[in-house]
Every structure is written in C-alpha cells, then in structure tokens.
C-alpha cells in the first residue's frame, strides 16, 4: 500500500468525468418533463451556467480551484437567491444531478461518497417554502 491520497476528482476521472457529468446534468434539466420547474428558472440558454457548474464542481470535488481563481467564494446560496428554489426545483435538480451522476461515475462507492453533500448543498438552496 503506497499511502498516497487522491482526490474525488482524480479519483472519478478528473476533467474528462466532471465535463460529462455536467453537460449530463443539463441534458437531463432539458429533457425531462419532470425537472420542468427547474429548467424554467434557468436562462434559455444554458452554455454559461454548465461552464460555471464545471468550474464548481471541478474545485469542490478536489481539482483545480477554478471557480474561487475566477469569483472568490462561490456563496452559492447569495448568488442564486434571485431564483424561487422550492421544493421542487431542489428535488427536480437532485433528480437530474442523481441521473447525471449514475450515467457517468461508474464507481458505486465512489458516487456514495459524493452524493450526500450534493444533496446537503440542495437543501441548503432552497430559498422558499411551498405556498400552502
């Protein structure tokens, strides 16, 4: 055993991976009737927020800082509060990230580890209840 740590991102496959789960991710967000509301609070055109999902995720996951060398603190929940995520926007993303992360990390465990802070950072985003 060499005791050499990696990261999720080498791990999953570095750059190649992370670029594919994430135009997956918006594939899905456009495709699926059931991640409609979702979709409607993103632009029409979605070039510019797969390349900054890239950049996030390409740091969280242990690559290169990316987004924090271009914007600072990514304050994620500040930056998308101009969006009414509610429930189901949170879940529809949680459907497509699930999706997205099935159909291109193909370690099980690997996406175990990966997949609880996704859905903690969800919840986090959430910026409104349901009107009853």
């Known amino acids: 055993m060499s005791g050499e740590t990696i990261t999720l991102y080498e791990a999953i ?3 190649q991976t992370i670029r594919a789960l994430v135009r997956r991710f918006y594939q899905l967000m456009d495709e699926l009737p059931e991640a409609r509301n979702c979709r409607a609070i993103h632009p029409a ?3 510019g927020s797969e390349h900054k999902l890239y950049e996030y995720l390409t740091g969280y996951l242990g690559g290169p800082p990316i987004y924090i060398e271009k ?3 990514p304050r994620l929940r500040s930056r998308h509060f101009g969006a009414a995520i ?3 926007e949170r879940d529809e993303w949680l459907l497509c990230f699930s999706r997205a992360l099935t159909d291109t ?3 099980p465990k690997l996406r175990e580890i ?3 802070p996704i859905e903690r950072l969800a919840y986090h985003m959430q910026n409104r209840e ?3």
């Open 13 to 15: 496959g570095g750059d």
């Open 71 to 73: 914007y600072g603190h």
């Open 45 to 47: 055109d979605l070039s």
């Open 130 to 132: 349901e009107q009853a």
């Open 114 to 116: 990966i997949w609880p």
């Open 105 to 107: 990390v193909t370690n």
């Open 86 to 88: 509610g429930v189901a």
